[in-house]
């Protein structure tokens, strides 16, 4: 069995958004941070649409694998996987070469859903808001994760809402 983790990291709306028109229908500069610091170093997994979503360009210090069943890309610390699964063993292998405890699967709907049945934490930025929006993430079964620490975060000046930072684990046994 692999010691290294998979970490989803998602912010969701109070009603399951997380995504409108290709972006993200909020501003949270704070929860930026956050997710800067909690990824930093480790591979990221991402949809092709998440990638194109942040300008098609690698954030820096993590390796990425795009998940895509056409677009090859050609650039410094980004590969493609053709499944969701090949991406997943690309970004452990990366992980283990560099020596990091854990990969970060960062969206978008379509690779939330198909790899939250495989993940060992979800690393969640609950937006304290109802709003529109087009992509969701789905409902967190609590027989299957355990909330193991949560943090009400007010909103700062560069934030449109007040969040609720969640971290749910794995029930052993599944
Ligand atoms: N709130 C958050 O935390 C958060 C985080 C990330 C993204 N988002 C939002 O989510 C939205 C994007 O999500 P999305 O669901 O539209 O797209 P997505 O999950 O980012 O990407 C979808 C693409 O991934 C590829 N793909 C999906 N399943 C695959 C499989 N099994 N095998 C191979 N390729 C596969 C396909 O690419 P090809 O079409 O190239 O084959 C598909 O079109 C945006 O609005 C973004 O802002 C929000």
Redesign the pocket.
């Known amino acids: 069995m692999s010691d290294i983790k998979t970490l989803i990291?998602?912010?969701?709306s109070r009603n399951g958004v997380?995504?409108?028109?290709?972006?993200?229908p909020w501003r949270l500069s704070t929860d930026l941070k956050r997710f800067k610091a909690l990824s930093m170093g480790k591979p990221l997994v991402?949809?092709?649409?998440?990638f194109e979503?942040v300008g098609s360009k690698p954030l820096p210090g993590r390796p990425h694998v795009i998940?895509?069943?056409?677009?090859t890309l050609h650039m410094p610390g980004v590969e493609t996987a053709?499944?969701?699964e090949e991406g997943l063993r690309r970004a452990r292998a990366l992980a283990g070469e560099t020596g990091v405890d854990a990969i970060c699967v960062?969206?978008?709907?379509?690779?939330y859903r198909?790899t939250l049945a495989l993940a060992d934490e979800l690393h969640v930025t609950h937006v304290e808001t109802d709003l529109d929006g087009d992509?969701h993430f789905p409902d967190i079964d609590p027989e299957m994760f355990e909330l193991v620490e949560e943090m009400s975060i007010p909103a700062g000046e560069k934030d449109n809402y007040a969040t609720r930072y969640a971290i749910y684990r794995r029930r052993t046994g599944r």
């Open positions: 990291i998602v912010a969701v997380i995504g409108r028109d290709g972006d993200m991402m949809g092709r649409k998440t979503s998940v895509s069943r056409t677009a053709a499944t969701v960062v969206g978008g709907g379509e690779i198909q992509t």
